[in-house]
């Protein structure tokens, strides 16, 4: 599985959009960018994945550049209660499941 | 609410104590997952159950085990804790077995060693 770098710390002002920024450089052709955070003293939480095209949910846009070494998931307008540890993940495709958690970026999100 | 649940939230065992730690969910998933958290680092893997199949980790200390008696509970056995053991464990679960398959944690046991 290939290797995220995040920035360690972030923040963001409340009600204005999060970008957190991951590079994968040695991402393969197989591999998925997955989007989990954790907020204190809570398990992780599902965010979003993609493979290549940008994606969108309820939570989150992923917005993966062209050539697949890094990508940007948008908080569109954030709160209080999105402050939390997101960790970007790259997973194989025959991968079982298995989460291998790099250290995150601590976004807080200020009134 | 379908859920994962892990009791108690907070555990305290002495050293070399043997302690296990609860996770149920009322998801009907396949898989469920132990991972440690350590203070201030991300959660690592300690091993997974798939239905009965159990996979342990390869660098996973053998003072590490689990069992799942049926489909809704797992549980996690730390035969002697160590000073070291002092962590958060997460329980988690997906439908299946395999990367597209979101996982869903449980709120964490925090486990103290004295």
């Known amino acids: 599985d290939a290797k995220t770098t995040q920035p360690t710390s972030m923040d963001c002002a409340e009600g204005r959009a999060a970008n957190l920024p991951c590079n994968h450089s040695?991402?393969?052709?197989?591999?998925?960018v997955y989007w989990y955070r954790q907020i204190h003293s809570q398990g992780p939480q599902y965010i979003i994945h993609?493979?290549?095209n940008n994606e969108t949910n309820e939570m989150a846009s992923l917005i993966i550049t062209e050539d697949r070494k890094s990508s940007t998931l948008i908080l569109p307008h954030a709160t209080l209660r999105d402050t939390a540890v997101y960790y970007c993940?790259?997973?194989?495709?025959?991968?079982?499941?298995?989460?291998?958690f790099g250290q995150g970026t601590t976004l807080q999100v200020k009134p | 609410d379908a859920m994962v649940i892990q009791n108690p939230r907070y555990q305290v065992t002495q050293f070399g104590k043997p302690v296990t730690l609860s996770c149920s969910q009322t998801?009907?998933?396949?898989?469920m997952y132990w991972y440690q958290q350590k203070s201030s680092q991300a959660p690592k893997l300690l091993f997974h159950y798939y239905d009965k199949d159990f996979n342990n980790e390869a660098d996973t200390p053998d003072n590490f085990q689990s069992r799942r008696p049926n489909t809704s509970f797992c549980f996690l056995d730390i035969r002697s804790p160590g000073l070291g053991d002092a962590a958060m464990y997460l329980c988690a679960t997906s439908r299946e077995q395999g990367l597209l398959n979101e996982q869903f944690f449980g709120p964490g046991t925090r486990l103290t060693v004295l």
């Open positions: 040695t991402i393969s052709g197989n591999e998925y």
């Open positions: 993609g493979l290549k």
């Open positions: 993940i790259v997973l194989i495709e025959s991968n079982t499941g298995k989460l291998i």
């Open positions: 998801l009907n998933h396949n898989v």
